[in-house]
């Protein structure tokens, strides 16, 4: 059975750091690409960043040069390191899989997904 676990949300101050964890389990291969994505309240999903197996990378301009996608194709798991985090990137973060075979991700529909981990940037 797929399976997605988000880990690493948590309470952080302006300008500090959190990085995120997405271990993947019961895929048949590595050959998947996978997409951060976060909801805050009241507001609809927004996609973060990808990566494919080939590691092509992609950020919303929201969060470029602050956040930095990567993935331990040994370990199954893909991390989101965020810096100089801001009050409007509180949210619950998810992240999903997609098996894709191209180096480009942007764009992909994503068929697994996580439970999502909460990211509060607050003083």
């Known amino acids: 059975q797929l399976q997605l676990v988000e880990s690493g949300g948590g309470l952080v101050q302006p300008g500090g750091s959190l990085r995120l964890s997405c271990a993947a389990s019961?895929?048949?291969?590595?050959?998947?690409?996978i997409g951060w994505f976060r909801q805050a309240p009241g507001k609809g999903r927004e996609g973060v960043s990808c990566?494919?197996?080939?590691?092509?990378?992609s950020y919303a301009d929201s969060v470029k040069g602050r956040f930095t996608i990567s993935r331990d194709n040994a370990k199954n798991t893909v991390y989101l390191q965020m810096n100089s985090l801001k009050p409007e990137d509180t949210a619950v973060y998810y992240c999903?899989?997609?098996?894709?075979?191209?180096?480009?991700?942007?764009?992909?529909?994503?068929?697994?997904w996580g439970q999502g981990t909460q990211v509060t940037v607050s003083s």
């Open positions: 999903a899989a997609e098996h894709w075979y191209g180096s480009n991700c942007e764009g992909l529909k994503y068929d697994y």
């Open positions: 019961g895929f048949t291969d590595d050959y998947y690409a």
């Open positions: 990566i494919s197996r080939s590691d092509g990378k």
